[in-house]
């Protein structure tokens, strides 16, 4: 795989994270702080990739 498709998957990944994160607070502040979490991870790892 190209490491540009790589980059924007994970840019994707983390913008869906994200979301879900900010779905889930009113429910389950623990799972959305996870889903906060695994965001991060997907954009310091887009970075490094890159």
């Known amino acids: 795989m190209s490491n ?3 980059v924007v998957f994970l840019l994707a990944l ?5 979301g879900g994160a900010f779905t889930m ?3 389950s ?5 996870i ?3 695994c965001a991060v ?3 310091v790892g887009a ?3 890159w």
């Open 41 to 43: 991870l997907a954009v």
């Open 25 to 27: 607070w009113k429910n």
């Open 14 to 18: 983390a913008g869906f994270l994200v």
């Open 47 to 49: 970075i490094a990739w």
């Open 29 to 33: 502040r623990v799972m959305a702080a």
């Open 35 to 37: 889903l906060g979490v």
């Open 4 to 6: 540009s498709i790589v």
